[in-house]
């Protein structure tokens, strides 16, 4: 098959079995979906987790032809028919790797055994029409913020709907780690276009195991607009965790662990 595009993504893999591709949100890299992911596969063999970086973010190079989410979904076509050919496989995406995770399973619904989406971008894809909470903060820990350096500490407290020290480790590992190696110019230059020309769900519905999760104090996505793709998916789980914002992977790790291993239940039942 031609390559849509010149640009290969950087991919970290784990494990071997049915291939998962781990799709992160729009800034971080590969670091946030292994961090959050590897727990649940520690007691699960017979899974090959790619962790792709998207184009200008971690180690994944953006140049110029790289300029619309549509361009951002064909590097990761194209990682599917580098890596994997026709292989069927699971997808996970988390926030804007969720709305490009919903695009090509819309594209490749007999290749795709189960989607997870984690806090994903719901029916509204620029801020200024979504339907969001209020900010908040329901386990502070101002403490904890006065001891650490003041860029980490408002990026977190940006965000942070649990302070907590392990919260915060997590944050600085896996999702600061990914901000502070974004390409600026790229990501400003894609984000120009930034909805795709395709409606994920503008075809027939995705008939597979799906699970949906969201965070009720997540004022970046929310929970609404989540809500609304239900009818696409006729076998997802929706699950609106309770103290839990937009980094729900780290403010409600049992539950999170819990409900993506039971969509993997689901997926393996299926087969």
């Not at 849509?4 to 670091?31: C, F, M, N, Y």
């Not at 549509?70 to 709305?99: A, C």
């Not at 190696?181 to 990501?187: G, L, S």
């Amino acid at each position: 098959m031609p390559r849509r595009t010149s640009v290969s993504l950087k991919v970290v893999e784990r494990g071997a079995g049915t291939p998962v591709l781990a799709l992160h949100g729009w800034t971080p890299d590969h670091r946030l979906m292994l961090g959050c992911l590897e727990p649940v596969f520690a007691g699960r063999p017979g899974y090959r987790r790619l962790y792709p970086d998207l184009p200008g973010m971690g180690a994944s190079p953006a140049p110029a032809e790289i300029a619309s989410s549509d361009d951002v979904l064909d590097t990761v076509q194209d990682l599917v028919d580098d890596l994997l050919g026709d292989e069927p496989l699971l997808l996970v995406g988390e926030s804007y790797g969720g709305y490009l995770a919903r695009a090509l399973a819309r594209s490749r619904p007999d290749q795709v055994l189960g989607l997870a989406l984690i806090c994903p971008t719901g029916t509204a894809v620029e801020h200024a029409d979504r339907r969001v909470p209020e900010r908040r903060v329901l386990r502070p820990d101002p403490a904890l913020l006065a001891a650490t350096d003041a860029r980490t500490a408002t990026e977190f407290a940006d965000i942070a709907v649990v302070q907590t020290p392990e919260t915060l480790r997590r944050f600085r590992e896996e999702i600061m780690a990914g901000l502070d190696a974004a390409d600026a110019a790229a990501m400003a230059r894609i984000r120009q276009r930034w909805t795709l020309t395709e409606d994920p769900e503008g075809g027939a519905p995705f008939t597979r195991p799906t699970l949906v999760l969201t965070g009720r104090q997540d004022h970046v996505t929310g929970y609404l607009d989540q809500f609304a793709l239900l009818p696409h998916y006729p076998r997802a789980t929706f699950a609106v965790l309770d103290v839990a914002g937009h980094n729900l992977q780290i403010e409600q790790p049992g539950l999170f662990d819990a409900l993506v291993g039971e969509w993997l239940d689901r997926v393996a039942a299926e087969r």
